[in-house]
């Protein structure tokens, strides 16, 4: 039966060829990618071609750097690797030592990688040496410092140094000039500096006739009266009575032979005018006047004797004085008549 071998046949061929797409299914399904990379190690595990299921890569810390914590190890499971754990820290290079006439700044540590920079002693007169680290500790040897120099002292015309250095100028050391003719303008001493250099430019002696006797109008000198005026003397003014100073009171000679500042200049004083209000005042003296008077009569008498003594005060007022009466209180003619009216009227 040729037909039913073959049918056999064909169906092995299709059973294999399923099995062995299966296996290679499950065989890519299980792996992982590349392992990951992380920072301060390196990867021991030499990687193979394909990272299949179980598959386990080891790390180490790189140079210079030591393992603290963690695990060295990651895995490949489920496709997917494992995270790392592994910590590593910088390798501390310990204490630098000791410099002569130095010390170091290790404010920033001693670990790997890291730059020293060599700080002076005595008022900053060394200088500095840069050191770094390396995987094993210090590279090099220890620096040595060594003193700050600055170059000769310039000289100066007309002029000398009155302390001439010994050998070397090095740092802190003072250098002081004076002249031989003429005036000194500039400084009078130099410093050498911590930086191989002078505090200053030197000095230099010119030549000085001195300054000119001077006067300022309506004022007169209260020190400095001449008559020769060198480099550095002063005067001072002030002003005459009635007059005001305008600008300074004191000028020196200057080095260009002239006063400085400017001289100063007297002023007129402005003049004061007062004024004077006079105030009057217009006093009123008031006049008496005595009038003599009947007693007023007493009751069931018919007639009195006698006058009785009437007083009135008037004034030299044309209106007279305040009052209810007007100008009749003040005329006593009036006033006597109008009280003897009133009598008639009572006893009628």
């Known amino acids: 039966m040729p037909g039913r071998n073959t049918n056999s046949a064909d169906n092995v061929f299709m059973i294999s060829l399923c099995l062995g797409l299966a296996l290679l ?42 393992l603290k914590s963690g695990s060295t190890t990651i895995t490949c499971t489920n496709s997917q690797w494992s995270n790392l754990t592994l910590v590593c820290e910088r390798r501390s290079c310990g204490s630098p030592g000791e410099i002569l006439n130095g010390r170091f700044n290790t404010d920033e540590g001693v670990l790997l990688e890291t730059r020293l920079m060599q700080f002076v002693m005595k008022d900053s007169s060394w200088q500095a040496v840069v050191s770094e680290t390396v995987a094993a500790g210090w590279d090099g040897e220890i620096p040595i410092c060594e003193i700050v120099k600055c170059p000769d002292p310039p000289s100066i015309v007309n002029g ?12 802190g050391t003072s250098i002081t000039y004076k002249c031989t003719k003429g005036i000194l303008v500039g400084n009078r001493e130099l410093v050498c500096t911590k930086y191989g250099n002078y505090s200053r430019a030197p000095p230099a002696c010119k030549d000085h006739k001195g300054c000119p006797s001077v006067q300022v109008a309506n004022g007169f000198k209260t020190a400095g009266f001449g008559p020769v005026y060198n480099y550095g003397d002063f005067i001072a003014f002030a002003c005459n009575p009635g007059y005001i100073l305008n600008g300074t009171d004191t000028v020196t000679c200057g ?11 007297c002023q007129k004083a402005p003049t004061t005018t007062t004024t004077t209000t006079t105030t009057t005042t217009t ?66």
């Open 25 to 66: 299914i499950v065989s890519v399904t299980g792996q992982c990618g590349n392992p990951p990379e992380y920072p301060n190690v390196t990867m021991v595990t030499q990687p193979p071609l394909d990272f299949v299921e179980g598959f386990t890569i080891t790390y180490a810390c790189q140079s210079g750097y030591v």
């Open 160 to 171: 000398e140094i009155t302390n001439p250095p010994q050998g070397t100028v090095t740092f």
């Open 255 to 265: 080095v260009n032979e002239t006063w400085e500042p400017e001289l100063p200049t």
């Open 283 to 348: 006093t009123t003296t008031p006049r008496t006047t005595t009038t003599q008077l009947p007693p007023a009569p007493s009751p069931g008498i018919s007639s009195t004797a006698g006058l009785n003594t009437v007083k009135t005060t008037t004034t030299d007022d044309k209106n007279g004085p305040s009052g209810r009466c007007g100008k009749t209180c003040g005329n006593p003619l009036l006033l006597l008549a109008l009280l003897l009216f009133i009598k008639l009227m009572l006893f009628s």
